[in-house]
């Protein structure tokens, strides 16, 4: 979730602390939430918030109903100024002030690298999470991608699948991997938990990449030490808010230049795993095609549109004709 820069103005009239209360009630933002044993390693998370409304306590609500226990929560504003926003992030500040659980910090507007890096920096947890001010968790996020990371100490992150809702709608399946798996293509969710040692080692995210993209160019720098890779859990255990605004779908306008931004900082990496990369991005290609050509056909009012030549276009325009074909004859 990437944001414009601007800076923030302070907001903190003390007539809104008497609706904390209600707010927190509404969202579900209580400590007795049902956990299981906490053994294994303190877990902290940090939530990014800008300009999100209650959206932001229905994040954190997510988090404090977790099965595994979560020590900490430090919420990043980066820098909102609508006015509901604002309140709502008072309100959370004003209703967990003195909590060892949550934690609301304030920052001019920096982009959302800048505002994980922060929270991370203030967690004191062993190990860290990731969560955008507009998505949530099912209860067994942290459970599940905590054991997939304390198994294998090759594995320097875990996600999971997601499900979509909102504007889309539907389960999304990406597969992690190596930093192979990485290169034609992000291979994970933003929203990961991982070692705050790893963190620290990639030299956390990179804040001068305020446009999109921050998330895959971070993956990459956690897979540089050899052998890594990323587990994501098969199970869609992130709620991803869709909504034509949103930052991935901005990113997606730019995506050439982004993924350029992207190969700039890697750039040994992609040298290293050059017939990985061009190898990847043709199977993409090539699943992409197929997923089209069976819409087309499926529907024949369909217009197969200008054909291009030498990358498939010509094969699949004759794939179309011919099961078209089939069908009327």
Request: proline share 5%; net charge negative.
């Amino acid at each position: 979730m990437s944001t414009p820069e601007h800076d923030r103005e302070s907001h903190h009239g003390g007539a809104r602390l008497d609706r904390a209360a209600p707010l927190l009630r509404d969202e579900r933002l209580s400590h007795d939430a049902p956990r299981s044993g906490a053994a294994g390693p303190s877990v902290g998370v940090v939530v990014t918030a800008f300009d999100q409304g209650r959206q932001i306590c229905e994040a954190v609500g997510s988090i404090l109903a977790q099965t595994h226990p979560v020590s900490e929560v430090v919420v990043v504003d980066d820098g909102s100024t609508d006015p509901d926003s604002v309140a709502a992030l008072d309100d959370l500040g004003a209703q967990t002030h003195g909590s060892p659980t949550v934690r609301v910090l304030r920052q001019a507007n920096s982009g959302v690298s800048a505002a994980r890096n922060a929270g991370i920096a203030a967690l004191s947890t062993e190990v860290v999470a990731v969560l955008d001010g507009d998505d949530l968790w099912e209860p067994t996020f942290v459970a599940s991608t905590l054991a997939a990371l304390v198994q294998d100490h090759d594995v320097v992150a875990a996600s999971s699948w997601l499900s979509m809702f909102g504007v889309a709608a539907g389960v999304v399946e990406p597969a992690g991997g190596s930093v192979e798996a990485f290169l034609p293509r992000n291979a994970a969710p933003a929203s990961l938990l991982l070692r705050r040692e790893d963190w620290q080692r990639a030299g956390g995210y990179d804040e001068t990449m305020t446009q999109g993209f921050e998330d895959w160019d971070f993956y990459l720098r956690l897979l540089r030490r050899p052998g890594t890779r990323v587990e994501v859990v098969r199970e869609p255990l992130l709620r991803y808010r869709t909504h034509p605004t949103s930052a991935n779908v901005r990113s997606m306008e730019a995506r050439v230049a982004r993924y350029a931004q992207v190969v700039a900082n890697h750039r040994d990496t992609f040298a290293a795993h050059l017939e990985a990369v061009l190898l990847g991005l043709e199977a993409i290609s090539t699943a992409r095609l197929a997923a089209w050509e069976d819409l087309v056909v499926a529907d024949p009012s369909a217009e197969v549109g200008p054909v291009t030549f030498g990358d498939g276009g010509m094969a699949s325009a004759v794939r179309i004709a011919t099961a078209r074909a089939r069908t009327t004859s």
